[in-house]
């Protein structure tokens, strides 16, 4: 969990802003966009961002914490079934 959420805290500072998150999103977006159907977009990462910030963000204030990803990431079953994966093959 912590290497996952060191990847959307892109400055370091223990928090991950709706920003930071917008912009690796939108670089995924950018490598896959072509190869998914339909194709996803800027607007495509956006909507994105915005769904899954507001599920994430409980205490409403602006910025995600590792202890609310990691509540939200246990509350996902498809996530945590993603881990397991992850988890036998490495």
């Known amino acids: 969990m912590q290497w996952i959420f060191g990847l959307y ?5 223990g ?4 920003t930071e998150m917008l912009d690796v999103v939108s670089s995924i977006y950018e490598m896959l966009g072509r190869s998914t159907h339909p194709t996803v977009d800027e ?6 961002v915005e769904k899954i910030f507001h599920l ?3 205490n409403k204030d602006g910025v995600v914490t590792i202890e609310e990803l990691m509540q939200w990431c ?6 945590l079934k993603s881990l397991d994966t992850l988890d036998t093959i490495l």
């Open 9 to 13: 805290d892109l400055n370091g500072d």
């Open 56 to 58: 994430i963000d409980t």
């Open 74 to 79: 246990s509350r996902d079953e498809h996530f």
């Open 43 to 48: 607007s495509s990462a956006k909507e994105h």
């Open 15 to 18: 928090l991950i802003t709706k």
